[in-house]
């Protein structure tokens, strides 16, 4: 079945550093990928999507691009705050368009560092 | 305009007893999701509800039931609580009829705790 593979955390970085969240995914389709952020104590936000491949999602400073070749959805920020400390998910959905569920990855938790 | 909202917050059960967890989704919207969240994981997900129906549903037990009212709210019931079922239960809404709002909106949770 579909699937979602996330890098472990916890990942701790200064302010300003650059982030790298790896992602890759497996699916039987062409799946829409997304980017969720937990922060403590909330619920799931959307930081970002991208529905087809090359697709490029951006949100706040954040970045990720949809590569079907190598089936990855790498979140990325030049320069975080340490208001980004939060938890990060990968997830896909097969039937996006028609509400589909959400698969999504065991997520990977960010500290920054002042 | 409100959120998703979900109560309760928190809820504290002992094993083989039964638990409501209740949602209502964001304005306009008519579709719900339920999704288990245990610690230091990610959410999986329980079941959909749309049209007083359930839509999809994930790999999970009959103890695990829904129910969609006619004003889109809805409930999860888990039945014969096991303490595996401790987690976190998110309900996420979103808009079917709607094709621009497939976003699916998540509820702040409740943390069920079962001992």
């Known amino acids: 079945g579909d699937s979602v593979t996330q890098m472990e955390g916890p990942v701790t970085l200064s302010e300003e550093a650059f982030l790298t969240i790896n992602c890759t995914y497996t699916a039987t389709g062409y799946p829409s990928l997304f980017w969720y952020v937990q922060y403590p104590g909330e619920g799931l936000q959307l930081l970002l999507k991208?529905?087809?491949?090359?697709d490029k999602g951006s949100n706040k400073g954040f970045e990720a691009t949809y590569r079907k070749e190598t089936t990855s959805f790498h979140l990325e920020k030049g320069s975080v705050q340490v208001s980004d400390s939060a938890v990060y998910f990968c997830?896909?959905?097969?039937?996006?368009?028609?509400?589909?569920?959400?698969?999504f990855g065991q997520g990977t938790e960010l500290s920054v560092k002042p | 305009d409100a959120g998703v909202t979900q109560s309760p917050t928190h809820l504290i059960k002992t094993r083989g007893q039964q638990v409501t967890l209740r949602c209502s989704p964001k304005?306009?919207?008519?579709?719900v999701s339920w999704y288990q969240q245990a610690l230091g994981q990610g959410p999986q997900f329980i079941f959909q509800y749309y049209e007083e129906e359930e839509r999809q549903r994930g790999n999970f037990p009959d103890r695990f039931s829904g129910h969609q009212f006619p004003n889109y709210s809805s409930e999860l019931n888990v039945n014969a609580l096991l303490l595996g079922d401790s987690a976190l239960y998110l309900c996420?809404?979103?808009?079917?009829?709607?094709?621009?709002?497939?976003?699916?909106?998540f509820g702040p949770g409740t943390r069920l705790t079962v001992l």
């Open positions: 997830a896909l959905s097969e039937g996006y368009n028609q509400g589909g569920k959400l698969i």
């Open positions: 996420a809404s979103s808009g079917i009829r709607d094709s621009t709002s497939h976003e699916q909106f």
């Open positions: 991208a529905t087809k491949a090359d």
């Open positions: 304005s306009g919207h008519d579709t």
